[in-house]
């Protein structure tokens, strides 16, 4: 059975850093592609970060410069290394994995995951 654990949210003032980390069970890691998605109050879901089964990385635009995304295999566990955080950034944060390969440098839809973690909270003061 996937399990996906997110950790590593909390409150930060703007300008700051905080790295997320998801821990995963339950599956071979090369099998499946990870996103990082978020979603704020009264706004709908959106992907921010992704990785896919060889490593290549996508990321939206408006977290490029700020974000990597990143997974240790031998640890499984998939992390997102958040810089510079503006207010914008509060949001909850979610990971996600899909079972398949996907070779492709774009974010995916929510839709294509089967799996998702239970979230951790970011909240960025001005």
């Known amino acids: 059975q996937v399990q996906l654990v997110e950790s590593g949210g909390g409150s930060v003032q703007a300008g700051g850093s905080l790295r997320l980390s998801c821990a995963a069970s339950g599956f071979v890691n090369n099998l499946y592609y990870m996103h990082w998605f978020r979603q704020a109050p009264g706004k709908s879901r959106e992907g921010v970060a992704g990785?896919?089964?060889?490593?290549?990385?996508s990321y939206s635009d408006s977290v490029k410069g700020r974000f990597t995304i990143s997974k240790d295999n031998a640890k499984n566990t998939l992390y997102l290394q958040m810089n510079s955080l503006k207010p914008e950034d509060t949001a909850m944060y979610y990971c996600?994995?899909?079972?398949?390969?996907?070779?492709?440098?774009?974010?995916?839809?929510?839709?294509?995951?089967?799996?998702w973690g239970q979230g951790t909270q970011v909240t960025v003061s001005s």
């Open positions: 990785i896919n089964n060889s490593g290549r990385t």
């Open positions: 996600a994995a899909g079972y398949g390969y996907y070779s492709g440098s774009s974010l995916l839809s929510g839709r294509k995951f089967g799996y």
